[in-house]
């Protein structure tokens, strides 16, 4: 079973262009995260989705952030324009369901710089 | 809010040997669940082990353990006979278990270094 799946692993992009990552969850998982990772910090969440609905966006900056979730399969995770302090690590997670209690699934990340 | 935090920076060990690593929180809530995971230089977070606030029982997965002091808001793991490959940073993570509140709060990490 593939897992999560991000694109691209890395980028490197001059402040005030516009940046997208891509994500595709494990099959059948109902529920997807994006995460930030800032260099030597834990993870912290940007938004989650339940199916193709966003319910949780509270920590993200939605004057340069931007996320859909087509057909609640596939997301995308946009900055426009992107910023020096955007420069981290930009994960994605899946889960089952949002009931879901456990430890769910990451993917390997896209690590942005912004010059 | 929850936050979780991890004190030590850095840890070493050497190979075969026993190292813990600490983690603290700070939360109102009395049900939650507790993890660490392991994020190697892949960057891929692997979820090394998980405990249940309402278990008094520790969590266990085979080289892995946890001591879990939920008065002291403490969550500890050990990591006994280490390999090269335990050699990663490590998180600390906290989850409500309340309602649709379904977010990881990670403490900052440790860096473990196996020295051969």
């Known amino acids: 079973e593939a897992g999560v799946v991000q694109s691209p692993r890395y980028k490197i992009i001059e402040k005030k262009q516009p940046v997208a990552f891509w994500c595709n969850p494990i099959?059948?998982?109902?529920?997807l995260y994006w995460y930030r990772q800032n260099l030597g910090q834990g993870p912290e969440l940007l938004i989650r989705?339940?199916?193709?609905?966003?319910?949780?966006d509270s920590q993200l900056p939605k004057d340069r952030f931007s996320a859909e979730r087509l057909k609640g399969v596939d997301s995308t995770l946009k900055i426009q324009p992107a910023e020096l302090g955007d420069s981290a690590v930009y994960l994605c997670?899946?889960?089952?369901?949002?009931?879901?209690?456990?430890?769910?699934?990451f993917g390997s990340g896209t690590r942005l710089t912004v010059v | 809010a929850q936050t979780v935090t991890q004190s030590q920076p850095e840890m070493s060990v050497q190979e075969a040997e026993t190292v813990t690593l600490s983690c603290t929180y700070d939360?109102?809530?009395?049900?939650?669940?507790l993890f660490w995971y392991k994020q190697p230089p892949s960057r891929q977070m692997i979820l090394v082990i998980r405990?249940?606030?309402?278990?008094?029982q520790n969590a266990t997965e085979n080289r892995f353990s946890v001591n879990f002091q939920k008065a002291a808001k403490s969550f500890s793991l050990k990591i006994s006979d280490s390999q090269l490959g335990d050699a990663a940073m490590y998180f600390c993570?906290?989850?409500?278990?309340?309602?649709?509140?379904?977010?990881?709060?990670f403490g900052q990490g440790t860096r473990l270094t196996i020295n051969p």
């Open positions: 997670a899946s889960s089952p369901d949002g009931r879901y209690l456990w430890g769910y699934t």
């Open positions: 099959s059948g998982h109902n529920t």
């Open positions: 989705y339940e199916n193709e609905e966003a319910v949780d």
């Open positions: 939360t109102s809530e009395s049900d939650y669940y």
């Open positions: 405990q249940e606030a309402y278990k008094q």
């Open positions: 993570a906290y989850r409500s278990a309340i309602g649709g509140a379904q977010k990881l709060v």
